[in-house]
Structures are given as C-alpha cells and as structure tokens.
C-alpha cells in the first residue's frame, strides 16, 4: 500500500400417551400444546446458546466474503465537487457510505470541537475486475477554512496492484504546531485518486469514518516511548484453528494471540481485528500455503496490511508467490501508549491507540491466471505481549464510543487479546488459542445449560398450575 505516508504536523419430551376418559385426553391434549411450545423454546435457547460459543460468527462474517462489506449503519453521502456550503457535513462516530469518481475530488465539511482530535479515514473500493497501477491510490487531506492544510495521507496499491480496499486516513489534532489548525470551526474533508488517471477511469465506492479523541485529564509526557523491544519472536507454533475472516471493517473476525487459518480466493481481502489494551504489542505473519497446481511466479501476490482502531495504515508486507509456502510478516512494533503520536517514525505514530487493530489480507487475483480459482490455505500466526496498563484517562468520551478501548464483549479482551498465560510473555502456541476458543465455548455452554433449566422450570411451575 505504498509510502503510508502522513504529513501532519501528519455476534423425550413427548406428548402425554392415550387417556382412558374424553376428560383426560383432552386435559393430554392442552398439555401437549405446552408441551410443544416448550421442545419449541428449548430448542430456541440450544441454538441461541450455541452460536453465542462460537465466537467469531456473525451475520456480518460468516460465509465466503464477497466484495467489500460496507458498515450495515452506514449512511449515504454525496461528495461536493468544491468547498462549498452544499458540501455534506461529516459527524464524528458516523461511518458514511460515497464514492469517488475518476479524476473527480470528493469534498466534505467536518466541524470540530475546540480540544478534541478529529480522525477521518477513507477507505477506496475499486470494482472487481478494475485496472489499476502501483501508483494509483487515495489522497484524503483536511485543510482550514481559509485553505491551510492541517495533515493528508496517501496509500498506493504499491506491489501488489489489483483491485482491493484501500484505505488512507488524516488528522486535526489540537496538540499539533501548526497553531491555524487548534481552533474550532469548520474543516474542509478532500478525497481524491492518485496516480496513473488513464489506469482507471470506473468509479470507486468510497467509505468514510469519522472519530473523535478527547483531550487527557491530566498532560503526560510529550515524547514518544525509546526503549521498547524491537526484536522478532520466535513464530508461532501448534494447533491451527480454523477462523474465517470478514468482508470489512464493520465485519472483521475477532482473534487473539494463536495461530489460525483459513481459505482466501484470488480477488478477495479478508478483514480480521485483534483487541490491543495499552501497554500490549503485536506482532503478526500471514502464511499462503502450497498450491496443488503448477504454475509460475506470480509477482506482488498478496498483501498483508495492519489498520488502527481509527482505520488509520499502519504498516504492511507483500509477498510474491511461485507455488511454494510463502510468509509476508509484519515488522515489529512497539507497545501501544498514547506518546507514540510524538514520535518520528509514521508506523510508531500510528499505534498511538488502544482498540481493535485490524489485520488485512489481500491475495491478488492474477494468482488465479496461474494457479486456478480455487482458494489457498491462508495461516496468520499472531502474537500479543506485554502487560495490559491503564489507559491516559480521557476528560471526555471519544467517538464514536469506546473506540479506543478493548471492547468487553470481544472473546479475547478478557485474556487481554491473547490466548494463554504463555502469550503474556510472547511464547505462547497456537494449541493455547484452541484452548480459549474451548473455554469461550465452555461459557456458551454453561449459559446453555441455565437457560434451558431456566426454561424447564417454568414450564414445570405451569403444568403443575394446569394440573
């Protein structure tokens, strides 16, 4: 995805048998009626149960993923074609649905509070099938009312370039040098396509989200972290768990530290996110198995991508592929702390939130002329380290809320996103993640076992009433 670039100042019973009085059997009868709507909401509760111990299984995420999944909550917008008053407003904690033409600029208005930070991240969607080069991408900058730029980011499809999710974000942060950008008011939001404009003349869709970081309680330190372990562990190993991946941001399968797999089609992007608490660090490898066929070498084959809770680049890999096992992985990086957004290096600025990071894989779909279209075996193996910390304590709540925390619902957030006393440290295996998806199917099942005597209880108390 290009340069990354940020410029900112950057979810037996049976029927009672034959009664020997007209009296009896018709009582059997009224009992068989409850007795039918009672089989009916056990059978409710097993199902309800049983998917809530699956975690990772969603309306969203579940099945083969399709071209990209927009937010379901998503709302239409038109982007303007200047900075002007008809330029439609961008809230913070909305996640907007647009698209952008070839050639075109998409303009749109964002007004900002005096002390908090405002993040818009724009994500590209070509159409399958599209032309693109390695130069083309997304621009997104936001500039003052008098035309002042405040930060832009840009992300190209680089050496991987075909069609996929493509995602750029900027910022207004209050806490910046340059003073004509501190103030409240209205901001002017511009998303543009970059590169080779005859490699592309269809136009993309275009999903926008916006959020909003409060300023702290209390001023910390105003340097970014400089000790921090910057080595590689060693990879993952153990028992695979099968994990399938979503069509978005709004759809990404939730996982924790472990080794997973799952099938990925030439032409598709897989979302997956995985919850980082302050003070944990996150390492990730995607892995495309052995193909059955013969083929040759396909340049820029896929691409392995990683996105802040804000949906903002932080780093990625690509890889070329000759048929052979092939490893794209992710350079390390360090603990998640709010200073990391005073550093130089744009990929440490990056990890500057706690939340839901997202792990995206793309497998391009010229593997497909080579290698046929069936799909491949994708492994990530992910690792968590570190010890959860307290957070910065906000003066407020951001938006939309709780994006930059650990989700309590997420599977993995009560194990601080890894899945065995082993991760903390950085040694733990892929047979640890198959432990915690037991375990979280273990909550499942107890909840299905007091639901269902739950259940068994009242239907009790009311036959005993019918009798």
Sequence with gaps: MGDGRWSGDDEG???MGRR???RWRRAGVRRGHRSARARAAVVAALLLCTTAALPG?????AGTPTPYAFAPDARPVTGATGTTDAAARLKPGTTYKS???SGATAHYRLDTETTSDAYVSATAIPAPGSTVSASDGIRVTLQNADGDSCSFGSETFGMVHTPRPLAAWTAREVSSNRSRCESAGTYHVIVERIGTADSATDTWGLELFVASEPPLKQTGATSAPQDWDSASPEPLTGEEVRRDGGSGFASAVSIGQGVWNSDVEPGKTLFYKVPLDWGRQLYATAELGSSSSDGSYVSGALNFALYNPAR?????ASISYNGRQKAAELDPLPPVAYENRYANAKRVRAVRFAGAYYLVVHLAADVAKEYGDGPLRLTLRVGVRGTAETGPGYAGEPE???VFQVAEDDPWAAAGGTSGDGAAGGSGH????AMTVLAVSGIGVGTLVLVVLGVWAVVARRGARAW
């Design 13 to 15: 019973w049976r029927v």
């Design 20 to 22: 020997r009085t007209a």
């Design 57 to 61: 299984r969603s309306a969203l995420a």
């Design 99 to 101: 698209s952008l033409p």
């Design 312 to 316: 903002g680049f932080v780093d990625e």
């Design 400 to 402: 939309p809320g709780g």
């Design 430 to 433: 892929g047979g640890d993640a």
